[in-house]
């Protein structure tokens, strides 16, 4: 099975800076796509931004991009311009070409300070 | 813009007693899953289902469990007889395709077990 690994448990950002979330997986799959979920304190899952595992461009969402390198098995996310209504906790999730679970890892809480 | 409803948003039950989680799908999705996650810890995959049937389920997700899709419209998990363990939020998710498509998730219902 996929290992999804997400090392920082917090992280902290001031508003309108930018902050960098880490996550990295393990897998000997070539195709597979990846996603960041956002679940604020209501609890509701909420995507953030995907990337195939086919692309080699980066994806962005607005404030929202990753760095997606394949060979080190890395997917960062990165929030440009913080605003406090991205406090939440980030899930990062893997799922297989061949499969249809999400995995997901364990998490970063990130708190946005004024 | 569509989304994932569940019903009910909490539920408290009695140890060994059958509870069945209801959710409404977006509309034109044919893909049907159910995750839970035990406070403080990651989200973990349960089931998914497909054109009426299991198509992938985890080890959690064992005799005790089982989902159906009743109608047109709701897709449910029934826990025939809970455990203490069970205590959990569960989240039904959706999505169009398999693979590459995002699955969108409901807001979730929050078990508690006593």
């Known amino acids: 099975a996929q290992t999804v690994t997400q090392s920082q448990p917090e992280m902290s950002v001031q508003e309108a800076e930018t902050v960098t979330l880490s996550c990295t997986y393990d897998?000997?799959?070539?195709?597979?796509?990846l996603f960041w979920y956002k679940q604020p304190p209501s609890r509701q899952m909420i995507l953030v931004i995907r990337?195939?595992?086919?692309?080699?461009q980066n994806a962005t969402e607005n404030r929202f991009s990753v760095n997606f390198q394949k060979a080190a098995k890395s997917f960062s996310l990165k929030i440009s311009d913080s605003q406090l209504g991205d406090a939440a906790m980030y899930f990062c999730?893997?799922?297989?070409?061949?499969?249809?679970?999400?995995?997901f890892g364990k998490g970063t809480s990130l708190l946005v300070t004024p | 813009e569509p989304e994932v409803t569940q019903t009910p948003s909490h539920q408290v039950t009695q140890m060994g007693q059958e509870v069945i989680l209801r959710c409404v799908p977006i509309?034109?999705?044919?893909?049907f899953y159910w995750y839970r996650q035990i406070l403080g810890q990651k989200v973990e995959f349960l089931v998914s289902?497909?054109?009426?049937?299991?198509s992938e389920k985890s080890e959690i997700f064992d005799d005790q469990f089982s989902v159906e899709r009743p109608d047109g419209s709701n897709f449910t998990l029934k826990i025939r007889s809970t455990k203490l363990e069970d205590s959990a939020m569960y989240f039904c998710?959706?999505?169009w395709g398999s693979g590459k498509e995002t699955q969108y998730f409901g807001p979730g219902t929050r078990l508690l077990v006593l």
């Open positions: 999730a893997y799922r297989s070409n061949s499969g249809y679970a999400l995995n």
């Open positions: 509309s034109n999705h044919l893909y």
């Open positions: 998710a959706s999505s």
């Open positions: 289902f497909y054109n009426n049937e299991i």
């Open positions: 990337q195939e595992a086919y692309k080699q």
């Open positions: 897998t000997s799959e070539s195709d597979y796509y």
